[in-house]
């Protein structure tokens, strides 16, 4: 058995980054292309002009070249006459102004009288409708500065400026080595056993978004003697080299001992949480870069390391931008490591609110989802919910100013809503989202809780939580809920009786969630002992957690909504109606986004969105209840 | 004579937008692209999970998998015993979990008997080390809603959840036409009569950031027959089409006609300025657009007309980051249009500030140098200075914080160091420097101011207009002012007196600029009328400006540096050494952007580099001086 590695380092990421430059000592390099290619490139020397422009003095109008003195007096009562040949010349824009002649008179302005002979009634000044030489771009002058992105508006100015060529810095190439036994290039492998290769394609999108030239090569098995051949030949043809994964300290994460038999390793543990398995290596002058394998650390070692690196070659400029937001919940964080956490962001009420998005480091979806990415740094135990946090932006700054914010019960419906419009949305149960709206951290908060004492749902507790008042509910849509079963029911359950049967293992909802107020309810109504359901403390957040836990074998049955058992092919046994409604402050129904969303609501299209999913009903969809 | 055409409209922006979309009625076109194309592709539809990721239950780590049951009550003093194939089997990370078998321990913790047995000393949990159908996406999920540009981080996920192809909109075709007898393509021509195309390189660029394909052919002659059939041609291979120019309403302006006998013009003439000459058409269901020649004016009508409608078709969001200024210079403006002007940027002691960059709708190079575009709505006759204005960046903020603002004298040095650090610099004169550091509008004035009874430079005008005290200059270059002349000095101008000879033409600075005042200081001294020097009145802002002005033609003479001579290929008839410094507030010399100016002033490279332009000395460059 190979000995396992340990972790040299613990270092801070800004010193591995100081200490890896100053070992790499990166020079970039540079390349003539033609100005057309040369947009989004950066120059690696300033350009100067090379013509002026205009290079001659040209007439600026179509019309008649004269010479000004000759004009004098001229007026509509005493016109001055001109000959052709002798006193003026035709002239169009552009033509160029001839020796002697100093003053444009435009067509519009000259009476024809036949015979050469032109009339004018009005005298012209020197210089009159003649661009000069240099007007626009003096030759010499420095149209772009060294180290400048090229935009558009460059490209003019530099073609009036006679530049056809531009150095520009050379784009690195990123040579991208995916390694794992399991890992595949198919994205619609079904086979048991093969996992896609997901990172390549992230990372070779963000090798172009910071000017460099991704080079993927196909998944190579986790053999040393194979990976390290494999790194040897694409070192050569790369200015920087990713691998990825095996940066970890596993028995097979061969990464750290090949680049440390074919070059030096710098760096191997950071502080950062995630990313902390990250390899800063250096293979025959190149950069050689281990990363993580989950995508969320991928994601965040790339940014935190080949990022800066690869700008260094490219010559971009690609700060992110960063905001401040008042953290909606508590975060806990090691004063060992910098954590990095992916929010959700929100404007409301004028202020920028992050929400914290769950899912560890290989929930790629909460880094699709996520507005941003915030910072706990070293050195902090965490950061108490109300406080500040900076917040580097996934999204333009006005999108995430056009998002509704939605916080609160989870339901399909909100996919259909985040599709027909901007909607962020967390998802902490309805008793979660009547807390965001008392804290004013969101826009709407979806719920749907039942009264146990009315059987009505919603408005009893709007009541007890907003006795002030001033609350109203958008009606949402109404939807069955049951149980969560595989296909065929084969442990025939049901009603709630059968839970504590001791043969079936259930998957719970969390506390505060109108499902467990629901589920509760039917327990207590049928007397059944809490003790003996088994699964009964097992928790989780969303419908289609639930689903996927009887999908996976992991329980045999879980209360939950349809629409969630039949997309993963499961059975449904209903157990009860309930109104899924969103609460809103009445004082802000007149706010742009909260009209939009009741639009949507009521429109044609949302209804036959929500009817293609079984188990809904959308009569009331859009109608606003004022309660209190 | 083809009878002139008028401008119909002078209709709003935002109503001629609304006006001209519905008449269009565009229907963008979706189609459908490798995953592998698909980053910064917008999509039409929403994009559900094809599969769950991972898709199977795995092993999270190489170990061996068992049935958690038989590991409990593990320990140090009682490990539990295990046989391969009856108790556990060995798995890699990514293998499948073998029906019956429930957990995973990792090899680390796995301690080999041989003979097929291992022993454990720790009990495993259900479900330990393994990935979970679904635990990352979801099959059925939506993974990222329709009208969502593609980013790196969204190309991992939709690889995970077994997407290949992707539906987005297609990318609308722009057809370019560039129109004029004089317009060629070539950048370096140098024939008169011949202009460079430079906007249709420009409309390429922008039209590739907005998300569409650009399609450019060769300028077409001012020959109405020719025009119309090629706009008839380029019609049908294009989305959207741009005329350029002929949209003003001079005789040889045939857009309008052209489209109005092909199709329809919906709007002629805009209420804005620049850009007020542009036509709205529709050719056979195309969007068909005259934008007006000076690259100014093109820049500003492409922005707000054809790009709302690029985007259309394109589904790309590009809101402009638009921010909130203090104007430094008071704008003008007329109550009949919205003005767009252009504005250098700064963030001087914490405030935003805006000054005006002067320059004609043919200045090009005055947007390459602008930071952004300022707004003076209709209905408003100006902004004062120190008011507020709305701006549209035309570089990322984060640049513009980083810059050193210069507001004072021109010298070409400023370029030099505009390529060695980021500067942005306004040429107002030295009095004017001196004015913008009392409104703490810029970080640096450079001045070169004499006092005409010690001949001393900038120390007596500082203490004189900074009674108050803290004030330094940082030393900037020594360099000679003189005459600039036509090559061999026709005219053989020697001195001042020769200016009030009578046959020579003069070009002035600007009042309260450093070479104005030396100029009028010798004036005095040698006891010349400036009632008799022809074009004392004329005034230019800049060196490079009065050289041009003599190589033109236009003068015979001004005051200038001899570096604005020699690169215009004139001569220099030497006048006085001056002092070129640079006027900072003591309290800054400690802040970041002066500090680098400073060591920039202090290198090598920039001696090096001022070396190469004749008349300059450098010997106290950096040096910093207390004034009071």
Redesign the interface.
Known sequence: ?KK?NVYIDNIEDELAIIMYRDRLRIESQSESVP??ES?GRVTAV?VYA?????????AA??GILVRSKDTEGASEVRPVELKEGEDFVYV?????ILEGFDSVI???DVI?CGDGRVKINKSSH??QYI????????????????NHEI??????????????EIEVYKKPVVGIVPT????VKS????I????????S??????V??YGGEPHRIDPVR?EYELLKEKISTEVDRSDILIINAGSSA???DYTKSIIEELGEVVVHGIAVKPGKPTILGIIRNKAVVGLPGY?VSS?IAFETFVKPILLDYSGK?K?P?QVEAILSKRVYSSLKHKELIRVSLGVVNGKLIATPISGGA????S??KADGIGIVPREVEGIESGDKISVQL?K????IEDTLVSIGSHDMVM?IL??MMRVSSAHTGSLGGIISMKKKESHVAPIHLLDESTGEYNISYVKKYFPGGGMSLIKGVQRVQGFIVPKGNPKQIQSVKDLSRGDIVFVNRQRGSGTRILLDYHISREGVDTEAIDGYDLEYNTH?DI???V????ADVGLGIASAAY??GLDFVELADEEYDFLVYTDSLKEAEIEKFIEILRSEEFKKRVAEIPGYKTDRAGEVVEVN
Chains 1, 2 share one sequence.
């Open positions: 058995m396992r100005l057309e947009h300033a090379k013509k002026s422009s205009p290079h001659y003095n040209s109008m179509d169009n824009t552009g033509n160029p435009m067509i519009e024809e020197p210089w661009r000069n030489i240099g007007e626009d771009i003096v030759v010499t002058e420095m149209i772009i500065p060294s935009r558009a508006i460059d490209l003019g100015a530099l073609a009036a400026g006679g530049i056809e794992g036994s399991e890992i994205a619609t492998t079904d048991e056993g093969e996992i896609t290769d997901s990172n394609l992230m990372f070779a999108g963000l172009r978004e986790d596993g028995t097979k995508p994601y400029r700060k931008s290989g929930a790629t979806m880094l699709v996934l333009p700054y006005d999108e996919d985040g599709d289609m689903a996927q836990a999908k996976s074998g992991n997309a993963l």
